[in-house]
């Protein structure tokens, strides 16, 4: 399957050190190796375009416009919204948290605080809603997106995906990742997990499959089949098919 689009634009070489994909981590040969291998079949010559946070932002806003031009055209009878960064409290079955949070900053005490935490408001980086018969909306799905996956980022997206478990009132949302990620071993720390997410969709999977059988090690080649077999990494071309089943 071709890389989407919007993707290829943010992809580059690092100028300060030659010979390294944008999304590769610069203390791991198996990365860099991967990385260039995926680079150099794609065809990628320009220099990166920005930082790892601008390009972050510049996937999550790809993905969104992805969905929302995709969702109506395989489901054009529910009213699809694709949105960057909303509260969960905007939708219907998570309303009650701003509800839980104005009682937590009213406590003066600060018992609530204590208890309960202060962290439940999250704005996923995607999400996806579609409206309810009172006209409220609901939120379908929840798609964090990560321009490469690091230790920090893993657990934002188990916390997202326990407030959106636990915390739910109604039926559960969709919870994908969507990222880059050249080293199997990374996208294992989410994809294996224990039900924060449903799948990881890799916008290069293709791609990742060559690379890896070419030049990556035993662990990346045994870990990236055991992840496509199982289906825990999916192509980027399936989700918005998923979302509308």
Same mark, same amino acid.
């Given at each position: 399957m071709p890389a989407p689009a919007f993707l290829l634009p943010l992809l580059g070489w690092k100028a300060k050190t030659p010979g390294v994909g944008n999304i590769a981590d610069i203390k791991s040969k198996a990365s860099i190796n991967i990385t260039a291998h995926m680079f150099n079949a794609l065809g990628i010559q320009a220099p990166a375009p920005g930082t790892g946070g601008e390009m972050g932002r510049e996937l999550e806003e790809g993905v969104r416009a992805h969905l929302?031009?995709?969702?109506?055209?395989?489901?054009?009878?529910?009213?699809?919204?694709?949105e960057r960064k909303r509260l969960v409290s905007d939708f219907a079955?998570?309303?009650? !948290? =701003?509800?839980?949070?104005?009682l937590i900053k009213d406590d003066t005490t600060n018992t609530l605080s204590t208890e309960i935490g202060r962290d439940y408001l999250i704005?996923?980086?995607?999400?996806? $809603?579609?409206?309810?018969? $009172?006209?409220?909306?609901?939120?379908? =799905?929840?798609?964090?997106?990560?321009w490469t996956i690091r230790s920090d980022r893993v657990q934002n997206i188990r916390h997202e995906g326990v407030i959106l478990? *636990?915390?739910?009132r109604g039926r559960q949302p969709h919870i994908v990742t969507v990222t880059p990620e050249p080293l199997a071993t990374r996208l294992a720390s989410i994809a294996r997990g224990t039900g924060e997410v449903d799948a990881v969709y890799h916008v290069l999977l293709d791609e990742l499959i060559a690379a890896t059988?070419?030049?990556?090690?035993?662990?990346?080649?045994?870990? !990236?089949?055991?992840?496509v077999g199982q289906d825990?990494? *999916?192509?980027?071309?399936?989700?918005?098919?998923t979302l509308v089943l």
């Amino acid at each position: 399957m071709p890389a989407p689009a919007f993707l290829l634009p943010l992809l580059g070489w690092k100028a300060k050190t030659p010979g390294v994909g944008n999304i590769a981590d610069i203390k791991s040969k198996a990365s860099i190796n991967i990385t260039a291998h995926m680079f150099n079949a794609l065809g990628i010559q320009a220099p990166a375009p920005g930082t790892g946070g601008e390009m972050g932002r510049e996937l999550e806003e790809g993905v969104r416009a992805h969905l929302q031009a995709q969702l109506p055209i395989l489901d054009p009878h529910r009213q699809w919204l694709a949105e960057r960064k909303r509260l969960v409290s905007d939708f219907a079955q998570y309303h009650h !948290l =701003a509800r839980l949070q104005k009682l937590i900053k009213d406590d003066t005490t600060n018992t609530l605080s204590t208890e309960i935490g202060r962290d439940y408001l999250i704005k996923p980086d995607v999400v996806v $809603s579609i409206p309810t018969l $009172s006209g409220d909306r609901f939120l379908h =799905a929840a798609i964090p997106c990560k321009w490469t996956i690091r230790s920090d980022r893993v657990q934002n997206i188990r916390h997202e995906g326990v407030i959106l478990t *636990r915390h739910r009132r109604g039926r559960q949302p969709h919870i994908v990742t969507v990222t880059p990620e050249p080293l199997a071993t990374r996208l294992a720390s989410i994809a294996r997990g224990t039900g924060e997410v449903d799948a990881v969709y890799h916008v290069l999977l293709d791609e990742l499959i060559a690379a890896t059988a070419a030049v990556g090690t035993k662990v990346q080649k045994a870990t !990236l089949d055991e992840l496509v077999g199982q289906d825990r990494v *999916r192509p980027f071309d399936d989700l918005a098919a998923t979302l509308v089943l």
